[in-house]
């Protein structure tokens, strides 16, 4: 939101109160208190009336200051609020002077200026970022007279402005589909249901991250208004309604170590059952299916010899007008839990679409209304609206009693065979003339909706099929959301445009905090010319999560053409084989929230072109996926510096430069970071078997004096295998530590060798060995 008119006057209507000086201090062990008068306290009657500000500074972890600045501290500030998971007890080291307040929590240093009032932000004594003058204010909309101050909660906000360095780019705030980059733009933190092509977003995260190695959490689930570079070119500023505002700075240095510690406050991604990096095929949403309909699909993909892991039920799995009621359209599918059972025994998990609104012919309608499940108008009623389905309620998960009704509902679909839901929805969330059960902020709710609804489903699932095997197809989102795996990228057409924006909707989003995500294969609006279908189907199968789904079509691979069929089990099966490597990928991004697939920035923020590079990124720590956008098979697609060795080819490119090649459809830019180990899988037909048991350990480009090391997560989620290849002039020294047979693949490491084990060893050829132990190889 815009207050300025310029550098140095306010929009017409509103009033600046800035703090003026810092007038005194409370210091204790864990927090700092400042009195901030908003003007110049020259003798004893300047206190006698006027604004102050009230500044509060904690820590939660070292190299975290939280920020909290309020008005009238007394005021009631309802919930909700987001569940996080550190309190701020971390003490704090603080030195006052005459002149200045400095607050340290690990490197992180915040220095306040007493007069006048300034801000600044160090790491180690280095400059990160900065608030004077009128950057922290309250404003006031026609404000008037102080004695007849009808109090915060009308016409005022609180506004922070950070200071931007020269060079310095934000990044973040969500599932945004508008450049990668967020500089020059205007974001509202309020989720929308439009699609992937507009500035609205379905996942909007009040999170942004720099490349200066630094983040900031605005801790408010209401509307943030967060100006980058817009309303001040040098300056982020945020925004929010009323006379308190609360927000964290982490500290890295690096961009990653920043998203360790806002995903060590806000949750970690929960880490996926491995099943589920398998190929998803759906429906479709408004085609005809029945029973014969589905098997046809499941078994034409079997037949074809394409690994299909779940099968997914869109919408009209329940008659229309009735959604949601849970139960399943005896007109077309007469008997459920035969087809469900039947479906399971060639080896597939189901998923079921649902979501949280309940349409006035559902069955369930009249029991929310009695029972007051739903959210309801002011005057009482259940709000009710034609939007989706006619006279729809909405469950209101504020109440306990309607969430267990909710899972009880869905308990029914998982005891007859179900395995997940995909929780559509959750955006259009009512934030005027509507209450809560427990008396929740409605503008505050319709952000946070969808984490209580994710929530709900996510822990009956839990409950059901037990920790680690719970998933859910999101398509909203808010702070804390990435606890409730899987989100996808919601509504996109069936081009490359859209697949493009697809792709940096979903990098914008894991630079928030979340670390897994999928995206409809082949588009969902409209339908896909097998051209972008072939070319989307690799960029799918590269990514944490695949999913063939459209609206109108159906997105089986031989609707389009034969080729289809064959880039579809081609990657299919490459993505199986890779499931060692993934699958640990996805274990470190459940542990320190790092995402599965990582901008370029994120990965290399040293390397100034990374820095707005968008079309491509890395799937983990070695692997660099490009998608071609474009009907000509053309790559284009950056290599930093280094040695880069094409994964189908054993082509050896030297980085620092872009690429332009011509790829067939069935090869994509996949390129693997020397001094790398990627571990190839022994079963390519499915996503879920035993990582550990023969693997095949290709060790990429070892150069002089580098080092590589990997190890392999069992689906126990334990370490069953580690390996350290280290390269010292002409000796090669590799330690593997496993008690199942595995081989090694020396790809690119320019040698031919004789071992006391082996006989001479070439590039490219595999090593067999039984058990863990060294192996020497001397050039």
């Not at 200066?212 to 980058?228: A, D, L, M, Q």
């Not at 795996?485 to 909707?505: A, I, K, N, Q, T």
């Not at 995206?519 to 799918?540: L, M, N």
């Not at 079309?615 to 474009?630: A, R």
Request: contains cysteine; charged residues 20%.
């Amino acid at each position: 939101m815009k207050f300025s008119d310029g550098c140095w006057m306010q929009r017409k209507g509103y009033t600046c109160f800035a703090p003026a000086q810092a007038y005194f201090t409370r210091i204790e062990p864990n927090k700092v208190t400042i009195c901030a008068p908003t003007h110049s306290i020259a003798h004893r009657g300047d206190t006698l009336g006027g604004a102050n500000l009230t500044i509060i500074i904690t820590s939660p972890a070292d190299d975290v200051l939280r920020i909290q600045t309020g008005h009238y501290m007394g005021a009631l500030r309802k919930g909700p609020v987001f569940e996080l998971e550190q309190t701020d007890d971390k003490p704090l080291q603080t030195t006052e002077t005459d002149d200045t307040v400095a607050i340290t929590s690990g490197t992180l240093t915040l220095t306040i200026a007493k007069n006048p009032f300034s801000m600044t932000f160090t790491r180690n004594g280095d400059l990160i970022t900065r608030s004077a003058g009128k950057d922290l204010a309250m404003m006031k909309y026609d404000y008037p007279d102080a004695y007849y101050d009808k109090g915060d909660h009308v016409n005022t906000y609180m506004r922070q402005q950070l200071s931007l360095g020269v060079g310095e780019l934000i990044y973040g705030m969500g599932e945004r589909f508008t450049p990668f980059v967020k500089n020059g733009q205007t974001v509202n933190i309020w989720n929308e249901d439009g699609g992937t092509s507009t500035e609205q977003s379905y996942k909007n995260i009040p999170f942004y991250l720099s490349n200066k190695g630094y983040g900031v959490f605005v801790n408010h689930p209401e509307n943030v208004s967060i100006e980058i570079a817009s309303e001040m070119v040098t300056k982020t500023g945020f925004s929010v309604e009323g006379g308190f505002l609360d927000y964290y700075l982490f500290n890295g240095p690096t961009m990653k170590e920043v998203l360790e510690r806002y995903t060590d406050l806000t949750g970690k991604p929960s880490l996926p059952a491995p099943w589920t990096f398998g190929l998803w095929l759906s429906t479709s949403f408004t085609t005809n299916y029945d029973e014969q309909t589905v098997m046809s699909f499941i078994d034409g993909m079997l037949e074809r010899d394409i690994p299909l892991r779940t099968f997914h039920f869109d919408c009209f799995w329940m008659k229309e007008f009735h959604w949601t009621n849970f139960i399943w359209d005896k007109d077309v599918f007469p008997d459920p839990a035969g087809l469900l059972r039947r479906i399971k025994e060639k080896g597939l998990n189901i998923c079921v679409w649902i979501n949280s609104y309940i349409g006035q012919e559902s069955e369930l309608f009249e029991e929310g209304v009695a029972n007051g499940y739903f959210i309801k108008r002011t005057n009482g009623d259940p709000f009710q609206w034609d939007m989706w389905q006619p006279g729809l309620a909405i469950v209101d998960f504020t109440n306990p009693a309607a969430c267990k009704w909710y899972q009880d509902k869905l308990e029914m679909l998982l005891d007859m065979g179900v395995d997940c839901f995909k929780t559509d929805f959750g955006e259009r969330i009512p934030s005027e003339d509507v209450m809560y059960y427990d008396g929740s902020d409605p503008k505050k709710m319709h952000n946070y909706y969808t984490y209580l609804y994710n929530k709900c489903v996510y822990e009956l699932l839990e409950r059901k099929r037990g920790k680690g095997q719970a998933v859910l197809f999101a398509r909203s989102a808010t702070a804390g959301g990435q606890k409730f795996p899987v989100h996808w990228g919601g509504d996109c057409w069936s081009d490359y445009e859209s697949m493009e924006e697809s792709l940096r909707g979903g990098l914008s989003l894991m630079m928030s905090g979340f670390g897994y995500w999928a995206h409809d294969i082949g588009g969902f609006e409209h339908t896909s010319t097998p051209d972008v279908y072939k070319r989307w189907v690799a960029f799918g199968l590269l990514s944490s999560h695949s999913r063939l789904h459209g609206s109108q079509s159906y997105r089986v691979p031989w609707l389009y053409d034969d080729e289809a069929v064959e880039v579809c089990s081609f990657f299919t099966k490459l993505k199986a084989r890779l499931m060692p490597y993934l699958y640990t990928t996805a274990v470190h991004t459940s542990q320190t929230g790092v995402p599965t697939m990582r901008s370029m920035v994120l990965e290399f923020t040293e390397d100034r072109t990374c820095h707005y590079t968008d079309k491509q990124y890395m799937l983990g720590d070695n692997l660099l996926v490009s998608p071609i956008f474009n009907d000509q098979g053309m790559a284009e697609y950056y290599l930093p510096k280094g040695q880069w060795t094409d994964f189908f080819t054993g082509r050896v490119v030297t980085g620092g430069q872009w690429i332009t090649e011509h790829h067939d459809y069935m090869s994509i830019p996949l390129m693997v970071k020397e001094n790398s180990i990627i571990a190839l899988g022994s079963c390519d037909n499915k996503p879920d078997y035993d990582y550990i048991d023969n693997p095949e350990l290709c060790i990429y480009n070892l150069t002089d004096g580098g080092t590589a090391t990997a190890e392999i997560y069992g689906m126990d989620n334990r370490v069953g295998l580690t390996i350290t290849a280290s390269r010292s002039g002409n000796r090669i020294t590799i330690d593997v530590n496993t008690s199942k047979p595995y081989s090694i693949r020396l790809v690119n490491t320019a040698i031919s060798a004789s071992t006391g084990a082996f006989s001479t060893v070439n590039d490219n050829d595999t090593i067999l060995a039984p058990t863990g132990g060294q192996i020497v190889v001397t050039l």
